[in-house]
C-alpha cells in the first residue's frame, strides 16, 4: 500500500490515437487513460451509457459509451462494456454532451466560470435540470479523499484506501443572469429573488410547490424572470 496515491493518480497517459483539430463527428480522438483502485469512482456514473457530444455549430458525434469524469472535469468513453481502456475526449469543440441512462436522458451543458455570480476559475460541464430551460443547473463535484496523502510514514504505511466523496451544488439563473447558488429549500430560492419577494412567495403557495429537486425549483425561476 506504500504507493497508493501513486496507483490512483493517472498511471500511464499516451497517445493513443491521431489527433484531428477539425470536427469530423468521429470521437475516437483522445488519450488513454488508466486508473488505480480506489473506493468508488470519479465518474458521474457507475454504468456506462451511449452518449454524443453536440458541437457548437448544433451538430452531433457519433455515439459511443460515455461518462463524466467529475473529478477531473473531463468528458471520457471506451469502445465496449467489457473494456478497461479508458479515453478522454480531446475534442474541444462540444457545447454539451447528452447521455442516455435507463430512466431518460442526461444534458451536460459546458458553462464558464464568468456566468456565474461568484465567478469561478474553470469552464466546466453541468447538468441542464429540465431542458430546454437553462434557469436551474446542477453541478457535480467528487473529491478524492485520500489518507496516504500527508507524507508521513505513519499514512502511507497505513491500509486506508482512497474514496471519492461525492457532493451536488444547485444553481438558477438571477435578476442579473448570472448562475447563483441556491439550497434545495422554499426559503433559500425566496431570498435569491427578494426584490420580488411577495410576487415569488405567492407564485409559491398558489401552485402548491415545495422545493425537493432541482426541476422543482424550474417554474419558480422561470416565473420570475416574467416579472
Known amino acids: 500500500m506504500k504507493h497508493l496515491i501513486q ?12 489527433q ?4 469530423t463527428g468521429n470521437i475516437s480522438d483522445g488519450y488513454k487513460i488508466i486508473r488505480g483502485e480506489a473506493k468508488g469512482t470519479p465518474f458521474l456514473f457507475d454504468n456506462w451509457y451511449v452518449g454524443y457530444g453536440i458541437y457548437n455549430s ?15 472535469n473531463n468528458v471520457v468513453y471506451k469502445t465496449s ?27 451536460l451543458s459546458k458553462i464558464p466560470g464568468y456566468d456565474f455570480e461568484k465567478s469561478k476559475k474553470d469552464e466546466k ?4 435540470a429540465s431542458p430546454p430551460s437553462n434557469s436551474v443547473i446542477i453541478e457535480y463535484n467528487k473529491k478524492l479523499d485520500d489518507p496516504n496523502a500527508s507524507g508521513w510514514t505513519s499514512s502511507t504505511n ?24 441556491v439550497k434545495l429549500k422554499n426559503k433559500s430560492l425566496i431570498k435569491t429573488f427578494k426584490d420580488k419577494k411577495d410576487k415569488i412567495e ?15 425549483m424550474v417554474p419558480v425561476v422561470e416565473y420570475y424572470h416574467t416579472l
Open 158 to 181: 497505513n491500509s486506508y484506501n482512497a474514496e471519492y466523496k461525492f457532493k451536488m451544488n444547485y444553481y438558477v439563473l438571477n435578476r442579473n443572469n448570472k448562475y447563483e447558488e
Open 81 to 107: 462494456e467489457s473494456s478497461n481502456n479508458i479515453m478522454i475526449l480531446q475534442d474541444t469543440s462540444f457545447k454539451g454532451i447528452i447521455l442516455k441512462n435507463e430512466a431518460n436522458e442526461i444534458l
Open 125 to 128: 460541464y453541468y447538468e441542464i
Open 7 to 18: 496507483s490512483i493518480l493517472l498511471l500511464t497517459i499516451s497517445l493513443a490515437f491521431s
Open 58 to 72: 448544433g451538430g452531433k458525434s457519433e455515439p459511443q459509451l460515455m461518462n463524466y469524469d467529475i473529478h477531473q
Open 20 to 23: 484531428n483539430d477539425i470536427p
Open 202 to 216: 405567492k407564485y409559491i403557495e398558489d401552485n402548491n410547490i415545495d422545493i425537493e429537486s432541482p426541476a422543482d
